[in-house]
């Protein structure tokens, strides 16, 4: 009779695990991947597949080998997997890919304690560490056979008006050069509304990245300020809608306040629109983000939310009154 | 109009239905009967009887030990057996009156009285010696409540009808049944408190109680009904609070200090039947219910019964099941023997013949900040729970750790499956020692220090 459970309360959850939230991702992820493979073919579907699998591989083998428990079912190293796989060029060389998603899992995310401990987003460190050791194979973008620049590179300040122009409908449906996930806006767009709708996400980060981003670009693009038509092309070019949506809003290495997921925003939109004007490169949405990843620590210190029905502490006249 | 809430709050799977249609049966009470003497906040009761005493249904077992503390009753004739330590519900053990029950139900005399007749004074006398304490789990003795320092200052008499907690449905049925002693109860309260206003705040989940008590204060100049949306916690105190006056309080604070004080509704019955019937807190009203109980129902049941002669009164549990839990499925205990006596607080009997929790596998936290939107007090649950896990009190105390009222929709929307309630409740109960601790050596050094100058 006596044999009953006993533990502290609650005594039942919610459904929601790790897993049921990387699902919902995964299937959010999941209508660019397929805009990603209608654009660019077998290359595209190729390099998500290898990308997933050699994630889930790595991860499982590290963590078979330092004899640690196995958690890829909770599905993070598949969206990472995926995420590389999107923020890739087509024609990358698959041994490159391999070392990315390598670097991702082990040296990003395993190394520092797997999940939950990452300080930076594994897919985006992966693409930046892609970016500088394989330059040329990274930002060499072919669009229907022919090698092209990518719509941001086209509206790069100061670029060849000869490279040619790309109508927003395009930048808006996703038909352009680019990296596998990132152009079509619409597509992400979906994806977007349902991690929303599902509350997987908060809007916070997201309104405060484009938000930033748009205020900046629209009163201060050099040469293009107060240029909807700019603004627009700019919005919809590039890895911003993949960025704002699916990595800064990434748990790990995003605040867990409110006020922190609004300053995080706002800052990596700043840093994008610095990176996007002034850097080197057409793009900088991943480096804006991780290195808003950096901050998150001094950002979650900074924001912790006072609690219900708080009160100032009034220290000084009981002091008084004890003296 | 938006219906009033609170910001946070979680939205568990509710499972009234077992039992929001059961009526109120009579659960016969035992053949021996414990009456613990701790039912309430604060000193434990001191006993008045003693062992081969007779006593009489309604006759004074144990007096107030203290200022905050409870009368209690014996809900039942018969002869005290023993008065000796007795398990209960959460766990623990209490000195507790063992009354041999003689069948006969003779009752002491009552003597009720008429509003009009009674002053403020002889009202909250009527219910201290009722041994009236706050039924909705807390105990905390309703006579001290409704004795605040400033009276006048109190505008909101709020009677908790939100019955929060998933699968309970006694309250429901309490003011579906006991709707005219609920008004009745509550215009006791409000003679105590002249310029305040009375509401029967209740979740929009029962718009039969919401119809049915507004049908009954129709034209009540001082009563309103307030429905509030259904999550939880939201007949918490403070939250409470928050959605009839839009008022916050902290854990330092009463809510009397806001202006308000808050009742629940089985608490409201029991002052009605103390000061107009004139009869002591003897019966209460629970839920015993669960998927491993057969036949789910709501009962008044004598105090002192034990929760297993509540379950084979409910037709006893479905094979066998793992967990039994007093109270809701959100707060309330774990217990490992049903042979105790349900008490003042004691609002449901649990049951669940899997017990999901079990089966859980804890996982490593992803910062997904769920258990921070889910937290009525805006505290960040993850990090008060890694501050506990790693001892760090001065952290957990910075963090505001010392706010949670633990309500547990931290670790009800962790998709880890951490326990983060667990965690956090640990590190509160050692710092709240900890704070006691260095406020007596303070006062003890202050005290050496007075004397001292006064030698010298």
Redesign the interface.
């Known amino acids: 009779m006596d044999e009953f459970n006993v533990s502290a309360n609650p005594h039942f959850r919610s459904p929601m695990t790790t897993g049921s939230i990387m699902r919902d991702v995964l299937l959010a992820l999941t209508p660019a991947a397929l805009f990603g493979i209608y654009n660019f073919g077998a290359p595209a579907l190729i390099r998500i597949v290898v990308s997933i699998a050699v994630c889930v591989l790595a991860e499982y083998l590290f963590q078979r080998g330092m004899k640690r428990p196995v958690t890829v079912s909770d599905g993070s190293a598949a969206v990472t997997g995926l995420l590389l796989a999107m923020n890739i060029p087509s024609t990358l060389p698959i041994a490159m890919l391999i070392a990315g998603d390598v670097f991702a899992i082990i040296i990003v995310k395993q190394l520092f304690g797997g999940i939950g401990q990452n300080f930076m987003n594994p897919a985006l460190a992966a693409r930046c560490f892609l970016l500088i050791s394989f330059p040329a194979a990274m930002t060499g973008f072919v669009y229907n056979g022919v090698s092209s620049a990518t719509p941001l590179a086209i509206l790069k300040p100061g670029a060849d008006a000869a490279e040619g122009t790309v109508s927003l409908a395009a930048e808006f449906l996703g038909t352009t050069g680019g990296t596998i996930g990132e152009t079509s806006a619409l597509a992400l767009l979906i994806g977007a509304v349902y991690l929303l709708a599902r509350r997987e996400i908060s809007w916070r980060i997201p309104a405060a990245y484009i938000g930033t981003f748009a205020i900046l670009v629209f009163f201060l693009a050099p040469g293009h300020s107060f240029d909807a038509l700019y603004l627009a092309e700019e919005l919809c070019g590039g890895g911003l809608m993949l960025g704002a949506f699916f990595m800064a809003t990434d748990y790990v290495t995003s605040p867990d306040t409110p006020a922190g997921k609004l300053i995080f925003g706002a800052l990596a939109g700043f840093l994008t629109f610095i990176f996007r004007m002034f850097g080197g490169s057409a793009e900088g949405v991943s480096y804006a983000i991780i290195f808003s990843n950096l901050l998150v620590p001094l950002i979650e210190r900074a924001t912790v939310p006072k609690p219900f029905g708080y009160r100032k502490p009034e220290k000084t006249e009981a002091a008084g009154k004890e003296a | 109009m938006r219906k009033r809430t609170?910001k946070g709050g979680?939205h568990?799977?509710e499972g009234k239905e077992l039992s929001r249609e059961q009526k109120t049966v009579m659960l016969p009470a035992d053949e021996e009967m414990v009456f613990p003497l701790s039912q309430s906040i604060g000193a434990p009761s001191k006993p008045v009887v003693a062992k081969g005493d007779h006593v009489l249904r309604g006759q004074l077992l144990a007096e107030p030990g203290g200022f905050v503390s409870s009368a209690i009753h014996s809900s039942v004739s018969g002869t005290v057996r023993a008065i000796e330590p007795r398990t209960l519900a959460t766990?623990g053990k209490c000195m507790s009156v063992v009354i041999e029950n003689d069948g006969k139900e003779e009752e002491t005399e009552f003597h009720p009285a008429s509003l009009e007749s009674l002053t403020k004074e002889e009202i909250l006398r009527r219910v201290c010696d009722g041994g009236v304490v706050g039924m909705g789990g807390a105990g905390f003795p309703t006579a001290v409540k409704l004795a605040p320092k400033n009276p006048e200052k109190i505008d909101a008499v709020i009677v908790n009808g939100a019955e929060c907690e998933?699968y309970l449905t006694s309250d429901f049925r309490r003011m579906l049944e006991d709707g005219e002693a609920l008004v009745q109860g509550l215009q006791v309260i409000l003679k105590l408190f002249d310029s305040a206003k009375g509401y029967f705040a209740i979740e929009d989940n029962k718009p039969e109680a919401i119809a049915h008590m507004r049908k009954l204060t129709e034209g009540m100049e001082r009563i309103r009904v307030v429905p509030l949306k259904t999550k939880y916690p939201q007949g918490g105190e403070?939250t409470i609070i928050?959605a009839v006056t839009g008022r916050?309080?902290?854990?330092k604070?009463l809510p009397a200090d806001v202006g308000a004080i808050v009742d629940n509704v089985d608490t409201v019955y029991s002052i009605k039947r103390a000061v107009l019937d004139g009869m002591p807190l003897m019966e209460r009203i629970i839920t015993v219910t669960g998927d491993g109980v057969k036949e789910p129902k709501n009962m008044r049941v004598h105090l002192g019964t034990s929760y297993a002669s509540a379950l084979k009164a409910a037709g006893g549990a479905v094979g066998t099941?793992?967990?039994?839990?007093s109270g809701g499925?959100?707060?309330?205990?774990?217990?490992?023997?049903?042979d105790v006596p349900l008490v003042k607080g004691s609002s449901c009997l649990?049951v669940?013949e899997k017990?999901?929790?079990?089966r859980?596998q804890e996982?490593?936290?992803?910062?997904?900040?769920?258990c921070?939107a889910g937290c009525?007090?805006?505290?960040?649950p993850?990090?008060l729970a890694d501050c506990s896990a790693r001892g760090d009190l001065a952290s957990f105390d910075r963090?505001?750790g010392l706010?949670c009222v633990?309500c547990?929709s931290c670790?009800?929307?962790?998709?880890?499956?951490r326990?983060l309630?667990?965690l956090i409740?640990s590190a509160r109960r050692q710092l709240l020692a900890e704070k006691k601790k260095a406020a007596m050596q303070a006062k003890a050094q202050a005290a050496e220090k007075g004397g001292q100058i006064r030698n010298g």
């Open positions: 609170f979680i568990p799977f766990g998933p403070r928050k916050e309080l902290n854990s604070m099941p793992e967990k039994f839990i499925p959100m707060m309330g205990f774990a217990m490992y023997s049903l649990l669940f017990d999901p929790v079990s859980l996982s490593a936290c992803i910062n997904c900040g769920r921070a009525p007090e805006r505290l960040l993850a990090r963090l505001h706010e633990e547990g670790s009800w929307s962790c998709p880890a499956k326990p309630t667990q409740k």
